[in-house]
């Protein structure tokens, strides 16, 4: 229907305004004519407009993925004959087929022992992986890198030992004598010790979160443990500005990525179990602006994600199902509660005055050893006496300049009066704490 719109007229009913023309005005009316449709049919006229909008837009869609595929298609064209240059220039030389019929997994039971070694990886994936990264980029640097770390890994294979103590009772009884205020965490140790040696399984340790006040001795206690188990230990420490790259490493687009301590310790290392301290984590600075350097451990420490997690740098998957993880934090309460529930949670008192000097002698041992002075003699008990108050930081910030002070005089023997003078004097102890005799 075309009517003269009047003013103000509604369209009859029944129909619908459908267009009007307003370049074109009706004769003594000055008004443009109008076009009435019946209901249905404008209905109809509606979806079908809307049908063809929608068809447009989903070809347009289509046209637009089509031409990025080519360009990527192009893109990686160009790529894989940058690297084909680049390779033949460099002298690489890699046979895929060769390579993978010569990787071969070790066999249970016939290569190793489950409770002796650990495979980190099957040995397949690791030419896959230098295949992947030797086909992906025409970066001279990246590839060489890769290749040289493919050879090292090729040449050491998937197997890392898995560290024990070889008289257990012995070790750690000795840790006991060394370290009486952590009877608890060794009591913990023992148990899985025995149940690997019952059950035919490797030595396993749940993550451990050491709580206590500063200067209890956490630390201290977690490379005395590496030293009982015969493992390596790492520590990381979290109480200073650190990324989420810390742990599994940096992205591979920035020009210094590195590794991450976990593929850095179990890949590179020689054991599957190595001590990683992750020292003061609730000191953790969480800037969700640069990644919180503690979400990676989300999965770290759960058994079911642990055994294949990825190096960014590398982009190389393993298996960190095996590391030892010791957190230490002064206040738990500052630790997510989704990271601190995967801890064992241990709270460190601070040495009874019996317990501090029965310790001491290790400490101050130790210290002396560290130095590597041949022919040092051990410190007499009324040296050891006198430090026997403090922490084991402290001690050795006590000891190490006394023993110099000594070698300067001559001597390969403590004297009192190498001590600081407020070590020396029989009535007082450092900080204020009484000296034990």
Known sequence: MIRDRQQQDAPPPGYRLHARYLGFKAKGTGLAPEILLDERLATQLGEEANRLREQEIAERAEREEAEERARDAKYEATQANAFARSRKKDDIDFDFDKELEQAIDPVLGVDYDVRAQHPVYPAARLVHWIQGC????????????????????????????????????AALAALRESQPHFGAVIDLVAAQLALGDKSGRAFSLPPILLVGEPGVGKTHFAFKLADALGTEVRRQAFDNDQTGAVLLGSDRKWGNTT??????????????????????????????????????????????????????????????????????????????????????????????PEQALQMAPGIVKSVIESLALEGFEPPAREIVVRVAHLSPREIRQAIEPAVGHALANGRSHLRISDLPKELQDDAAGAAGRPQLH
């Open 259 to 352: 590794y991450g301590v976990v593929f850095d310790q179990v890949v590179l290392g020689q054991v599957a179990n190595p001590i990683i301290v992750l020292d003061e984590v609730d000191k953790a600075r969480r800037d969700f602006a640069v990644q919180d350097p503690l979400a990676s451990l989300l999965t770290l420490l759960e058994p079911v994600t642990s055994n294949c997690v990825r190096d960014i740098s590398t982009n190389f998957e393993f298996d960190a199902s095996q590391i030892i993880w010791i957190a230490t934090a002064n206040d738990a309460r500052r630790i997510s509660a989704p990271l601190r529930s995967r801890f064992r949670e241990f709270h460190i008192a601070m040495p009874t």
């Open 134 to 169: 030797l086909t992906s980029t025409p970066d001279k640097e990246w590839y060489q890198r890769d290749h040289k770390l493919y050879l090292k890994l090729k040449q050491r294979g998937p197997l890392r030992r898995v560290a024990a103590p070889e008289d257990p009772v």
